[in-house]
């Protein structure tokens, strides 16, 4: 759908361009944790700018929206590869056809969720070489950007993973670097990757998941005759996303509303001033409930705290003859006027 509608526009707009959506899909499967048959997800997608630059700003958004929840580096992690490396590897080191690297993709697909004797005996029924399959478990056993460099410096690769490296030494530089590792087993499923993919990990014991992921794509526009575009996105479910703060005590109370400020008046003629401040605050910002009709003096703190406020705002007759607000603290019971 998102190439469908890049590949329209494409010609006219400005590039980089940033889209996002959140929609509601299905997929026919047996639901289980983490997975529905009809779920909400959350879509991000950069299409023309370099790989490694989009693909920067895209990995950065995700841990951006779950440090926002409160989440660290000890609760996620981001785990990357290169789909480029991993085509180099099987082609120039492990001299694989077509037939054998898509059947391998699907065993990479599941390595860490397979016994060691169930991973032996499906790399077997494709590779028959012994020293073909130590070089294949040499490089999924990878653990590091430094192991990376080092393996491709010995088959004279470094060239493949120039942009992959590239990406590496700006996350050295950031805050990124506490989340992001590098994982030869993160492959994604689906065939269009052509670059960099990489999943979000939950490190809950109770919830040891993949819980987003994406990657960079080239090619997808040329489904609709379209010359390629580079482009990079990922997605994040509703439901994985809700595992994750649950298991970490991270979930928002969403039972009670979120305002700045509640706006109590005690009589008709402070009902204007009242509606005008609020419409003023709101302007800047502020997020206000707006009490809807003559409040009871007596009636004001309870409502507030009913409705989970921290703040209140009251204006009566002698705060509109003297032009101030009288502004209460509910959590620390402080109390002054406001012009």
């Given at each position: 759908?998102?190439?469908?509608?890049?590949?329209?526009?494409h010609?006219?707009?400005a590039?980089?361009?940033?889209?996002?959506?959140?929609?509601?899909?299905?997929r026919?499967?047996?639901?289980?944790?983490?997975?529905l048959?009809?779920?909400?997800?959350?879509?991000?997608?950069?299409?023309?700018?370099?790989?490694?630059?989009a693909?920067?700003?895209?990995?950065?958004?995700?841990?951006?929206?779950?440090?926002n929840?409160?989440?660290?580096?000890?609760?996620?992690?981001?785990?990357?590869?290169?789909r480029?490396?991993?085509?180099?590897?099987?082609n120039?080191?492990?001299?694989?056809?077509?037939?054998?690297?898509?059947?391998?993709?699907?065993?990479?697909?599941?390595?860490?969720?397979?016994?060691?004797?169930?991973?032996?005996?499906?790399?077997?029924?494709?590779?028959?070489?012994?020293?073909?399959?130590l070089?294949?478990?040499?490089?999924?056993?990878?653990?590091s950007?430094?192991?990376?460099?080092?393996?491709?410096?010995?088959?004279?690769?470094?060239?493949?993973?120039?942009?992959?490296?590239?990406?590496?030494?700006k996350?050295?530089?950031?805050?990124?670097?506490?989340?992001?590792?590098y994982?030869?087993?993160?492959?994604?499923?689906?065939?269009?990757?052509?670059?960099?993919?990489?999943?979000?990990?939950?490190?809950?014991?109770?919830?040891?998941?993949?819980?987003?992921?994406?990657?960079?794509?080239?090619?997808?526009?040329q489904?609709?005759?379209?010359?390629?575009?580079?482009g990079i996105g990922?997605?994040?479910?509703?439901?994985?996303?809700?595992?994750?703060?649950?298991?970490?005590?991270?979930?928002?109370?969403?039972?009670?509303?979120n305002?700045?400020?509640?706006?109590?008046?005690?009589?008709?003629?402070?009902?204007?001033?009242?509606?005008?401040?609020?419409?003023?605050?709101r302007?800047?910002?502020?997020?206000?409930?707006l009490?809807?009709?003559?409040?009871?003096?007596?009636?004001?703190?309870k409502?507030?705290?009913?409705?989970?406020?921290?703040?209140?705002?009251?204006?009566?007759?002698?705060e509109?003859?003297?032009?101030?607000?009288?502004?209460?603290?509910?959590?620390?019971?402080d109390?002054?006027?406001?012009n």
């Amino acid at each position: 759908t998102v190439a469908r509608m890049a590949a329209q526009v494409h010609r006219e707009i400005a590039k980089p361009f940033r889209w996002y959506s959140i929609a509601n899909f299905m997929r026919y499967e047996k639901p289980q944790r983490g997975r529905l048959r009809e779920f909400t997800q959350l879509n991000v997608d950069i299409f023309g700018a370099p790989d490694d630059l989009a693909a920067f700003e895209v990995i950065d958004l995700t841990c951006s929206l779950l440090r926002n929840f409160g989440a660290n580096d000890s609760m996620f992690s981001i785990q990357i590869n290169d789909r480029k490396i991993v085509d180099a590897v099987f082609n120039q080191i492990l001299k694989l056809d077509d037939e054998q690297s898509t059947k391998l993709y699907k065993v990479i697909d599941k390595s860490k969720k397979v016994t060691s004797e169930a991973l032996d005996k499906m790399i077997s029924e494709i590779i028959t070489d012994p020293q073909t399959v130590l070089n294949f478990k040499r490089y999924i056993g990878l653990s590091s950007f430094e192991d990376l460099v080092d393996f491709l410096e010995e088959n004279e690769m470094n060239e493949t993973a120039e942009t992959f490296l590239n990406f590496y030494n700006k996350i050295k530089e950031t805050t990124l670097k506490a989340f992001v590792n590098y994982d030869p087993t993160i492959v994604r499923g689906l065939d269009y990757y052509t670059v960099i993919v990489f999943e979000i990990f939950d490190k809950h014991p109770d919830n040891r998941r993949a819980i987003a992921g994406g990657g960079a794509y080239a090619n997808l526009l040329q489904i609709f005759n379209e010359q390629p575009l580079a482009g990079i996105g990922f997605g994040l479910g509703d439901v994985t996303l809700k595992d994750f703060l649950e298991s970490h005590n991270l979930l928002p109370d969403l039972s009670k509303p979120n305002h700045d400020l509640m706006i109590a008046y005690f009589d008709d003629e402070s009902e204007v001033t009242a509606i005008n401040l609020a419409k003023e605050l709101r302007a800047i910002g502020i997020k206000i409930d707006l009490n809807l009709g003559v409040m009871k003096f007596k009636k004001v703190f309870k409502t507030a705290e009913q409705r989970n406020h921290s703040f209140i705002a009251m204006i009566g007759e002698n705060e509109r003859n003297d032009g101030v607000v009288q502004l209460k603290n509910l959590k620390n019971k402080d109390q002054k006027n406001i012009n």
